[in-house]
């Protein structure tokens, strides 16, 4: 059986900086790596609006105006992910972190390369802000 899921994850843009968030012991598999905030997209939802409430699961930042910036997707054995990262607007950069994460940042595009991302994510913000490794 092929299954397929969507997921979002969002690009919060501060002083030429964005955030990072580092997975938490939740998920042996992905303990310790970093990502975007975001996640599944629900049976009945638009991605547009499980970005701004993933963001909000994972950050407490409540952001707006979600604004796709690139695809990407993943081959699993039994599953393939597509999924969208959304440059998004917000106010408040307070971050306050849900259970998932245990660290975050904002990381300048020169710092990419000095984090362990999940998956291709270091090749994707790489490539989404055209840069070399």
């Known amino acids: 059986m092929y299954n397929c899921r969507i997921t979002v994850k969002g690009l919060l843009m501060r002083n030429s900086k964005f955030l990072i ?24 939802e638009h991605p547009n609006d499980a970005v701004i409430r993933e963001i909000a699961e994972e950050t407490s930042i409540d952001v707006f105006n979600p604004q796709p910036a690139y695809i990407f997707h993943i081959n699993r054995e039994d599953t393939k992910i597509v ?16 259970s998932e994460h245990n660290e975050y940042n904002w990381i300048s595009v020169d ?11 270091k090749t994707e913000l790489l490539d989404y802000f055209g840069k070399d490794e």
Request: hydrophobic share 35%; net charge positive; charged share 25%.
């Open 21 to 44: 968030l580092k997975r938490s012991y939740r998920n042996k598999a992905v303990e310790g790596l970093w990502e975007l905030p975001g996640g599944r997209v629900e049976l009945s």
């Open 83 to 98: 999924g969208i990262t959304y440059k998004v607007n917000f106010i408040c950069d307070d971050v306050t972190l849900s």
């Open 111 to 121: 710092d990419i390369c000095n984090y362990k991302f999940i998956g291709n994510l």
